[in-house]
């Protein structure tokens, strides 16, 4: 999901719409979110997704953060309460991408975020 | 440590319970008494180290007994503070060896609802040589635990510093990297090191995008799925970025059907990834602007991908 230049949604605003947990990165909360991506496997990850995009998934391993650094994903928001596992923090922490944690299912997660959307460019 | 790297932390924290022995967690600082003591000498060094019990020794360190605050209470109660603790203190001690894992150690704290166990130097002897409660245990696995996180982030650290020496090298030369078969915990390196690569040289953030997934995708496909192989990165002439990826085999059977977008081989093992949807090839051809697949059942497969820089990050 892409939107419109002019709409701006922060890393940090995130963990109040989903009310995240930060894992990891809290340095680098105040980055500029652009699209947003959400998906459990990481081959769509890797054939959709765009670069300073935010990473819903469900999935914990290493590799999805290898993933998000590799297509440009500015942070990762852990759905469904899932905790990564140690590697993954590691990586993510090298790579200066924060890792979030929610406990709001994919969908609920979704659903948030585009009325956070919605309600900010009603604002406008 | 041998954890498979794509399960939960739940599990990681299982694991390590059974890995980490009472020996690495314990405190080796033990303050303990001998038998000819009062309740009221061993309350105020209760009071003063801020415990809930101690061990009761004798000369050669062999554990003989154990008074805790609860005894201590009883004996304000009913009124023998000041006698020696040798004819009330409970003489059966639960200990636990210290060769044991700690999940054990758990075990024996809740099975008798004890705050602490004495630790003896191995099964069939008494004597003690630290003591282990569940703050100690909780300590160690959160050491252990932030290690491992600290350990791959020193190793991407070290990816890094891989492509900044690349850099001083000349741009035309080839970059040669080994891709082993089945090796989970590297699978991505050579990928994050080509894209810092080429990050480092300023193009076009889109396209080292294209050239970062279709590295990953060559790569994971050489780790997935063959014996290991290499990949060769270039820049020819005409301002391509070539990527060669091949592997000793097994092959591939049927290159056409590989191509076609959900065709997969992948195992439970590779889902669990989150690999597996069948886009790794088609996602290759993509994202190249050219792209040429050999495969053999005698040699193995060999993959050419090219992406073009554009004008306007011409390498010089």
Partial sequence: ?124 | MNANYSKEKLTLVNELIYEIKVKEAMSKKVIFFEENVTFREIQLKLKEKKISGVPILDDERNIIGIVSIDDVITAFDKGYVDNKIIDYMSRKVITIPQNFSVVSAIHELERFGVGRLPVTESSNSKKIVGIITLSDILNRLLVVVQSIAEKVEDKEIKNTQISHDLIKSIVKNPLRFEVKGDDFDNAGRVASIIKKYFQNLGIDRDIIRRIAIVCYEAEMNICLHSLGGSMIIEVNNDNNVVIYAHDKGPGIPDVKLALKPGFTTATEKIRALGFGAGMGLPNIRHYSDKFEIESSLRTGTELKAIINLGVKNEIK
């Fill in chain 1, 1 to 124: 999901m892409s939107f419109k230049k002019g709409i701006i949604m922060k890393v940090k605003d995130l963990i109040r719409v989903l009310d995240a947990e930060v894992l990891c990165g809290e340095d680098f909360l105040d980055q500029e979110i652009t699209d947003f991506d959400a998906s459990d496997l990481l081959s769509d990850i890797l054939a959709y997704s765009k670069d300073d995009y935010v990473l819903l998934t469900g999935l914990t391993s290493s590799q999805v953060v290898r993933t998000a650094e590799l297509t440009g994903a500015i942070t990762i928001v852990f759905v469904r309460g899932k905790l990564p596992s140690q590697e993954a923090i590691g990586l993510a922490k090298s790579h200066y991408i924060p890792l979030l944690k929610t406990d709001n299912l994919m969908f609920t997660s979704c659903r948030k975020i585009i009325e956070e959307l919605i309600k900010e460019e009603k604002n406008k």
